[in-house]
């Protein structure tokens, strides 16, 4: 019979992502209400090893639900991953009576969850991530946000691409992951897509671009995953290939940013509440998520990436959608 657990530990870990601070707000106050200690770490899974616990009581997560980033802190810890790291994260753990922790992250915030719960700590994991490239879950959080963050931008970059009749490459985060490419585009109205899941090639862009213009299009918009190519190699392909003029903008760490959408506030919300009542019921060793539209819960041990895209609508964009 596994000991009751009475002080848990919260921690982001990883990239950070909007809706974080949302779901550490849901853990503090749900805890609160179940009478459980709260332990704030600092920066991830360095946090655990160097011993940067914060007490975190409700009044301490006013106010963030709406605010981007994380107010954890987070960081990407290599010590921890080691044999060494691991037994001395336990130990810590342990010295300072944290029975559990919740940990929210993308897949080696996961691996990092299910290290623990294999050993003296019980975890339950939240996916968190703008790449959305988890198992388990059909959608992280900050996926939203970043996808409206996309959007906002191409739209204002199709208005000045429209103006000078121009070839726009915009590269776009999601790691080896094409959703945020392909999610972008369908919702941006974008012309091509180019994403690591799918061959492409820069004749068969060049083909759509000759068509798009003959037909009276008076721009181009290519979106490209930083996991497939960068744009300023698929922009110098591009006027090779038609001469024409193109212009590139890496969307880069702005795609991070941001208060998060109604959409992840309400998910980190739901998922910070979810994670803490499995908790209180023992439950743990599972990464909470959304599976056909409804709460599920996964195996921490079993988590890892996998392709999220529509590939589908990946040939449809291209071919339909954009004509
Ligand atoms: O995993 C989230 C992510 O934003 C990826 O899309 C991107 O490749 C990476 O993190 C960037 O990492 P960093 O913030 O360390 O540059």
């Not at 992502?17 to 779901?23: K, L, S, T, V």
């Not at 994380?70 to 991953?81: G, N, Q, V």
């Not at 972008?184 to 820069?202: F, L, N, R």
């Not at 698929?234 to 193109?246: C, L, N, P, Q, R």
Request: contains cysteine; proline residues 2%; aromatic residues 4%.
């Amino acid at each position: 019979m596994s000991r009751k657990i009475l002080k848990i530990g919260v921690l982001t870990s990883g990239g950070d992502a909007p809706g974080m601070n949302a779901a550490i707000r849901a853990v503090v106050r749900t805890a609160t209400y179940h009478q459980l200690e709260v332990i704030g770490i600092r920066r991830g899974f360095k946090g655990i090893l160097e011993q940067d616990f914060i007490s975190l009581k409700p009044r301490d997560v006013g106010n963030i639900i709406q605010r981007g980033g994380t107010m954890l802190l987070t960081a990407r810890s290599e010590d921890f991953k080691t044999p060494k790291g691991l037994k001395q994260a336990v130990c810590n753990l342990e010295s300072a009576g944290i029975d559990a922790v919740i940990v929210i992250g993308g897949d080696g915030s996961m691996h990092g969850a299910a290290a623990l719960e294999a050993r003296s700590i019980r975890a339950v994991g939240i996916p968190a991530t703008i790449d959305n490239d988890i198992q388990g879950t059909e959608i992280c959080l900050g996926v939203d946000t970043c996808l409206n963050t996309i959007i906002n931008a191409v739209d204002k970059l199709r208005d000045t691409a429209l103006s000078h009749e121009r070839i726009f490459v915009i590269e776009v985060m999601g790691n080896g992951s094409g959703y945020l490419a392909i999610e972008g585009a369908i919702a941006a109205g974008a012309e091509s897509v180019i994403i690591p899941e799918m061959k492409w090639s820069i004749a068969d862009i060049g083909n759509r671009v000759a068509r798009g213009y003959q037909k009276g299009k008076k721009s181009h918009i290519i979106l490209v995953s930083e996991g497939a190519a960068k744009a300023d190699d698929v922009a110098k392909a591009i006027i090779k290939e038609t001469g024409m003029e193109v212009r590139i903008t890496v969307l880069g760490h702005v795609q991070r940013g941001g208060s998060p959408t109604v959409r992840d506030r309400n998910l980190g919300t739901r998922f910070g509440y979810e994670a803490v009542n499995c908790l209180v019921k023992n439950d743990t060793g599972n990464m909470v998520g959304i599976l056909n539209n409804r709460l599920s819960y996964s195996p921490l041990s079993e988590i890892t990436t996998s392709s999220q895209i529509d590939k589908k609508m990946y040939q449809a964009i291209q071919n339909i959608l954009s004509v």
